[in-house]
């Protein structure tokens, strides 16, 4: 059972999303560890879980139970999922992006499913068919000096704004599809340059790390040649994802636990410095 006081998660969370730099030569020792993924205390004891069977990446926090009114909850909501006696589940689709023109219409929004209940725990997750870097959008991200925003932490901010409660700034991270799971970690960086990550050599990945990656250009989005560029040290390409206007996949087996890699983002004809790249990794240490 893995337990934090709430002081220690904070700054676990806090330092947590540094595991990746945009600056060459920044190496914290404490990047390593990444978000402790530790499931809330109603699950701590083994024996309960979230009704929901599709839950998977998660960020929630509880929050004072006199605060919660489903009836401020439920118009948030663009479905209800389910209703319990002393709960509610709905989902809310959080944009990915302020532009309108994205290709596939299911691609324009994130569907967050939003868990709440009367002991005051508010769940924002994915669903397990999603990958990690399925919770980026592609504003606001270039690139984190503080914890990393995500549609996960928009939509605890839009329930905790209804009710009255404070903001998240104190959210925790679990994942329900992987239990044996123990840190997740992530950045992202928009328009051109560098960023860099580290895997810690002892890490286990619970799931292929996984990136999100979006560029527009002034005219036909085939005219486009921006991308990306996945290097080891040295400078040795190890893969590369060019043209595609938007894509979210995983990064296979290109990752060694310990390596310090780059991502080089490149702005190619017809580019306008409209790029996002964001990459995450839910590993185990044990």
Not at 225 to 232: R, T
Request: charged share 15%.
């Amino acid at each position: 059972m893995r337990i934090l006081t709430p002081l220690a998660l904070l700054g676990a969370i806090v330092l947590g999303f540094f595991f990746f730099s945009n600056k060459e030569g920044v190496d914290k020792s404490y990047s390593l560890f990444g978000i402790p993924l530790v499931p809330p205390i109603f699950a701590q004891g083994g024996g309960s879980t979230l009704p929901d069977p599709q839950a998977g990446l998660s960020s929630y926090v509880q929050r004072d139970p006199g605060l919660i009114d489903f009836t401020k909850i439920v118009p948030l909501f663009d479905e209800t999922v389910q209703n319990g006696d002393n709960y509610i589940i709905g989902a809310i689709n959080i944009p990915r992006s302020e532009e309108l023109d994205i290709p596939l219409p299911n691609y324009a929004a994130i569907p967050v499913r939003v868990y709440v209940d009367t002991d005051g725990f508010i769940i924002a997750y994915l669903t397990e068919d999603k990958l990690a870097a399925d919770m980026f959008r592609w504003y606001l991200s270039d690139p984190p000096a503080d914890p990393l925003d995500t549609v996960l932490s928009d939509a605890l901010v839009a329930v905790t704004t209804a009710i009255g409660a404070l903001a998240p700034t104190d959210a925790s991270w679990y994942h329900w599809n992987y239990p044996s799971a123990t840190h997740f970690s992530a950045a992202a960086k928009a328009g051109v340059g560098n960023m860099y990550m580290r895997v810690p050599a002892e890490a286990v990945f619970s799931e292929n790390p996984s990136y999100s990656w979006y560029t527009k250009s002034e005219g036909d989005a085939c005219c486009n040649s921006s991308g990306f560029l996945f290097l080891e040290p040295g400078g040795i390409l190890r893969g590369s994802r060019g043209t595609t206007r938007f894509l979210i996949d995983t990064l296979g087996l290109l990752i060694t636990p310990g390596t310090r890699y780059r991502f080089e983002i490149e702005n190619g004809a017809g580019g306008v410095g409209n790029n996002f790249l964001g990459v995450a990794v839910i590993y185990q240490i044990p």
